[in-house]
């Protein structure tokens, strides 16, 4: 399966991605075009981000550049510049399941997406819109508009228990996040002998997309197999992810297609939807009800600190002194800090852009790692600055754009009535009603995974 690819007609050889990529999967000499090895490449889609060989109606001619967007399948309203590594889209697919009267369409956005989009229509770097990406997906004529983030804060329920869980009974210490698909895909490849560190829970999208075809099915008294689940990522890898052949523990695929927040934008403009003028809505109930903890998702440091904001009211009983844990946010790199929980003191580690996890992977392997608990995210500041959102053409860009798309998901985080993940109501419905309790034999069962040992299956496992 491609999900990466580099146009040899297109590439000059610049060698920017090749700077980027943390798994050395692109090969070449300079000024000629370059290779993407497949068999290496973790699907970040930085690369993407990067590259600045394009071919644009200006300067090539309408005639050479319809040629690419139809190979590549965008929209005839697509006309900005077209580069010359790109992430294989399935847009046409959306398109298709949308015009069939038969299927129904729910939907699902990641956390990132909304600090995203807007950009991609002339808004602000960085501009938060949640309520017009609500009234956009609606508008586009999905039935139901949910969001990743309610199965962000089912995540911590499920993550934040495993941790407690192996914590107090001597489990395999430190475990690692497991909700980029990159730095799971990076770690099968080059360390399959630590695979057993990563926490079993499935990523938001996966958990999502399993509760879609089960307990929202059920609730709306939808055939399962009617539904086609779409998701809209920040993020190249999530594609992969969705097509792992372990991803459809229901008896149905968790999530049927994945579109990126730039793919998104091309689907608004297609329909004609006036981005910047939607009225303010919210996301469909239940499934698309989140706290502040899941949001933060979409930040390095942010799955950590949702789930200490849990973990420590499980643990101790007791409200947590600030929901605000500063200790665990910070900037591309390594960062440690201690946090005390309680009588235990819960020695964490944060690592965001992918090419710092590997020191980290060396040091417990030395049996030098003294952690309990490591987030790790591939892109450069978390998955707002994912290879899947609007691409930044200005290289002075890319430091206020991340900047500001990160600001602006502490001040949803701010805003919301709830900032803590078990307070979610609508989660506690679900187990109250459906999971019974995190970790249970339906949570084992629909929400949990495991991981591939041998690297030999690489890219198509
Ligand atoms: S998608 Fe990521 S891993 Fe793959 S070639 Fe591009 S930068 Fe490298
Ligand atoms: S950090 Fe986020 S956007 Fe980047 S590869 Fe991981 S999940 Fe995808």
Redesign the pocket.
């Given at each position: 399966m491609t999900v990466i690819a580099i146009d040899q007609d297109l590439c000059t050889g610049c060698q920017e991605c090749v700077k980027v990529c943390p798994n050395l999967a692109i090969e070449g000499v300079p000024h000629k075009p370059q290779t993407l090895v497949e068999e290496k490449c973790v699907m970040?889609g930085q690369c993407v981000q990067k590259c600045k060989s394009y071919v644009s109606v200006a300067e090539h001619g309408f005639g050479a550049y319809e040629k690419v967007r139809k190979a590549r399948g965008l929209p005839p309203t697509v006309t900005e510049p077209l580069f010359a590594a790109y992430n294989v889209c399935h847009l046409d697919e959306v398109l298709k399941a949308l015009d069939d009267p038969k299927v129904e369409t729910w939907v699902q956005s990641a956390p990132?997406v909304r600090v995203g989009i807007a950009e991609d229509f002339g808004a602000p770097l960085g501009t938060l819109a949640a309520g017009k990406l609500a009234a956009a997906l609606r508008r586009i004529g999905f039935n139901k508009v949910y969001d990743v983030n309610y199965a962000a804060d089912v995540t911590i329920m499920e993550e934040g228990s495993e941790l407690i869980d192996r914590v107090t009974n001597k489990g395999l210490l430190p475990m690692f996040t497991s909700?980029?698909?990159?730095?799971v895909k990076y770690m099968e490849l080059n360390y399959p002998e630590l695979r057993h560190h990563l926490s079993t829970t499935k990523s938001p999208q996966q958990i999502q997309g399993a509760l879609v075809k089960t307990y929202g099915a059920k609730n709306q008294k939808t055939d399962p197999k009617k539904i086609y689940s779409v998701s809209i990522m920040?993020?190249t890898?999530?594609q992969f992810e969705s097509s792992r052949p372990e991803m459809a523990d229901s008896g149905h695929r968790d999530v049927d297609v994945v579109i990126t927040t730039r793919e998104l934008a091309y689907l608004i403009k297609l329909k004609g939807i006036d981005f910047l003028n939607l009225p303010e809505e919210k996301f469909d109930l239940p499934m698309g009800d989140y706290t502040g903890a899941a949001e933060i998702f979409g930040v390095t440091g942010g799955v950590m600190e949702a789930a200490l904001r849990t973990g420590y009211e499980l643990i101790t009983g007791k409200p947590i002194p600030s929901v605000d844990i500063t200790a665990v946010r910070g900037p591309e790199g390594y960062r440690e800090a201690d946090i005390q929980v309680g009588d235990l003191t819960l020695k964490v580690g944060i690592v965001t852009g992918l090419k710092n996890v590997k020191p980290v992977l060396e040091a417990l392997k030395a049996g030098k790692l003294d952690r309990h608990f490591v987030e790790v995210?591939?892109?450069p500041e978390?998955?707002v600055t994912?290879?899947?959102q609007p691409k930044l053409i200005v290289d002075k860009d890319f430091e206020s754009a991340y900047k500001s798309r990160t600001d602006a998901t502490y001040v949803h985080d701010k805003e919301l009535p709830i900032r803590k993940s078990h307070e979610n109501p609508s989660v506690k419905k679900l187990y109250e009603t459906f999971l019974k309790k995190p970790l249970g034999e339906e949570s084992h069962k629909l929400l949990h995974t495991t991981y591939c040992g041998d690297p030999k299956h690489g890219h198509g496992h």
């Open positions: 970040c990132a909700c980029c698909p990159a730095w920040p993020c890898c999530k995210m591939t892109c978390g998955c994912g290879g899947g």
